[in-house]
């Protein structure tokens, strides 16, 4: 049997394998820093930080964004890395459902999380897609779906459901209106909160910088 400290440090590494040098802005360093955050965010919280952490480091190794859409490749690979590394069942099933639920579906929907150690992790994750980080993440997606940076001829979308923002194609920009903007009223944690304030103001400061500039009025 491994220990859990044993458990994580495997996972890492099995992650970092996986998923270095991917060029979206879903590569190991995402994963690092999703892991940091839900470190962080965690000291405040009374949770499984076990849990926490393996979730953070499994999260994104089967993202439906590269799977043609299909939502139970992710859960379904860290279930097999699990269940290889003999973690408990309950343990397994606790981290695939957070996975599974993990992912943001659109303005117009919710996404409920069942358990704190889930809401730790998508606090985490959705840290690390707003501010400095957020914005070059989300440039960096568009050139990899080779999206438009801007038009001003296409307006955002309030996607009401997963199946269309699964679809949208729309340009980089409206991405922030679309997701981004709308991720700091909706962390969950006190500390996640805290720290999204000023990420989303660094963001607001972005976007008024670059209207202006595309107006030539900076
Ligand atoms: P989540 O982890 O909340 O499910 P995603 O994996 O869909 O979020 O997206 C993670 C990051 O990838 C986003 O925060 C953004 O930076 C980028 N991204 C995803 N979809 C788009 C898009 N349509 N346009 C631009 N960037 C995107
Ligand atoms: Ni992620």
């Known amino acids: 049997m491994l220990t859990k400290e044993e458990i994580i440090e495997k996972t890492a590494t099995h992650v970092k394998e996986l998923l ?46 590269f799977h043609n859409g299909d939502e139970t490749v992710g859960p379904r690979m860290a279930a097999e890395w699990l269940t290889s ?11 695939s459902t957070i996975i599974k639920e993990l992912s943001f579906k659109g303005a117009g929907t919710t996404s409920e999380m069942s358990t704190l150690e889930g809401r730790v992790v998508q606090d985490a994750d959705r840290l690390d897609a707003i501010g400095a980080i957020g914005i070059a993440r989300t440039f960096a997606f568009g050139g ?34 679309e997701k981004l903007l709308l991720l ?3 962390m969950h944690t006190q500390s996640a909160k805290q720290l999204a304030e000023q990420r989303h103001r660094y963001m607001e400061a972005y976007l008024e910088q670059f209207f202006a500039e595309w107006n030539g009025e900076r």
């Open 144 to 177: 990899h779906k080779n999206r438009e940076m801007y038009n001003p001829e296409v307006e955002p979308e309030y996607h009401t459901s997963f199946e269309t923002y699964k679809k949208s194609t729309g340009p980089t920009i409206n991405h922030f209106y």
């Open 184 to 186: 700091k009223d909706r």
């Open 20 to 65: 270095s040098g991917e060029g979206s802005g879903h590569d190991w360093w995402h994963i690092l820093r999703v892991w940091n955050n839900a470190k962080t965010i965690a000291a405040s919280e009374e949770v499984d930080l076990f849990i926490v952490e393996l979730t953070a480091l499994l999260h994104d190794i089967g993202d439906h964004k």
């Open 85 to 95: 590394l003999q973690v408990k069942d309950e343990a397994i099933s606790h981290i």
